[in-house]
T-cell receptor, first 118, second 116 residues
Framework: AQKVTQAQTEISVVEKEDVTLDCVYE???????LFWYKQPPSGELVFLIR??????QNEISGRYSWNFQKSTSSFNFTITASQVVDSAVYFC???????????????FGTGTLLAVQP | GAGVSQSPSNKVTEKGKDVELRCDPI?????LYWYRQSLGQGLEFLIY????????KSGLPSDRFSAERTGGSVSTLTIQRTQQEDSAVYLC??????????????FGPGTRLTVL
């Protein structure tokens, strides 16, 4: 069965600290996609990144970086030099490749609440 | 262009009443999704539309829940005989294509439903 686990319920850091949000997934499929979304206090989910299962290259975008390791079924997210504006709930999600469009649903983890203190 | 919009933003209803929640996806997006976000259950998938048809309704929690989509655009999620456990934020999302699973889903602001 598909499952996404975000074991960290809440993390609190002080501004400028680095923080890593963990994501572990389970799937029987060999082709799948992983996503990270941010949900700020305003409530709207904002897309951050997508990764497909064939691309294990790490990615860096400004202060954000992602580490995808198929061997450990993990897709961790690191924020470098955190800022107060990074405070939000972060969700990791899984979508399996489907042929014929039977479904494209996202399976979400339970989210990690990140609080960055000034 | 405009993002996904949902209405109403907040809905308070009494137990046993029916409610309708509306979603306007991004123009041209073929795929539309409904999710529910509640404290105890996190973000749960409800239903997926491919055009006007719904090939995946596996997340609808009971037969009190139904949804339709017309003209390949607007979707309505209807909850009949609401119960207190239906209280949650209902999120709608859309994406450009209907196959592959790789598309980013664009989310609306949600409708917060409170059942008294």
């Amino acid at each position: 069965a598909q499952k996404v686990t975000q074991a960290q319920t809440e993390i609190s850091v002080v501004e400028k600290e680095d923080v890593t949000l963990d994501c572990v997934y389970e799937t029987r499929d060999t082709t799948y996609y992983l996503f990270w979304y941010k949900q700020p206090p305003s409530g709207e989910l904002v897309f951050l990144i997508r990764r497909n299962s064939f691309d294990e290259q790490n990615e860096i975008s400004g202060r954000y970086s992602w580490n995808f390791q198929k061997s450990t079924s993990s897709f961790n997210f690191t924020i470098t030099a955190s800022q107060v504006v990074d405070s939000a709930v972060y969700f990791c999600a899984l979508s399996e490749m489907n042929y014929g469009g039977a479904t494209n649903k996202l399976i979400f983890g339970t989210g990690t609440l990140l609080a960055v203190q000034p | 262009g405009a993002g996904v919009s949902q209405s109403p933003s907040n809905k308070v209803t009494e137990k046993g009443k029916d409610v309708e929640l509306r979603c306007d996806p991004i123009s041209g997006h073929t795929a539309l999704y409904w999710y529910r976000q509640s404290l105890g259950q996190g973000l749960e998938f409800l239903i997926y539309f491919q055009g006007n048809s719904a090939p995946d309704k596996s997340g609808l929690p009971s037969d009190r829940f139904s949804a339709e989509r017309t003209g390949g655009s607007v979707s309505t999620l209807t909850i009949q005989r609401t119960q207190q456990e239906d209280s949650a934020v209902y999120l709608c999302a859309s994406s450009p294509r209907t196959s592959g699973g790789e598309d980013e889903q664009f989310f609306g602001p949600g409708t917060r439903l409170t059942v008294l």
